[in-house]
């Protein structure tokens, strides 16, 4: 594993060439969560492993052709989810 920042990155999030684009209304959904500072109920997948948990999502990225969701979990850390890898989102 990578950290960038005191952020995790996953081994998958380096590469780039496997992303799969997200819908316009998804990222939207995404920004607007942002702004009204709307915790979710977030299922992703980083490599074999399943995580659900209650993210307060701060801000988006772009890095090498991925899409990020920046935010804090409720303990505080700091996490980057690759959206692609998002299986299941709703409001906390």
């Not at 942002?34 to 801000?59: S, T």
């Amino acid at each position: 594993m990578k950290s960038t920042s005191g952020v995790k990155m996953t081994d998958s999030a380096k590469t780039g060439a496997d992303y799969v684009s997200i819908s316009c209304a998804t990222y939207s959904e995404y920004e607007l969560a942002i702004l009204h500072q709307q915790k979710l109920r977030l299922v992703w997948h980083e490599g074999n492993v399943i995580h659900d948990r209650v993210i307060l999502p701060l801000d988006m990225q772009t890095r090498n052709h991925e899409e990020f969701l920046i935010g804090r979990d409720v303990t505080g850390a700091a996490v980057t989810i690759r959206l692609d890898h998002i299986r299941k989102k709703q409001p906390a």
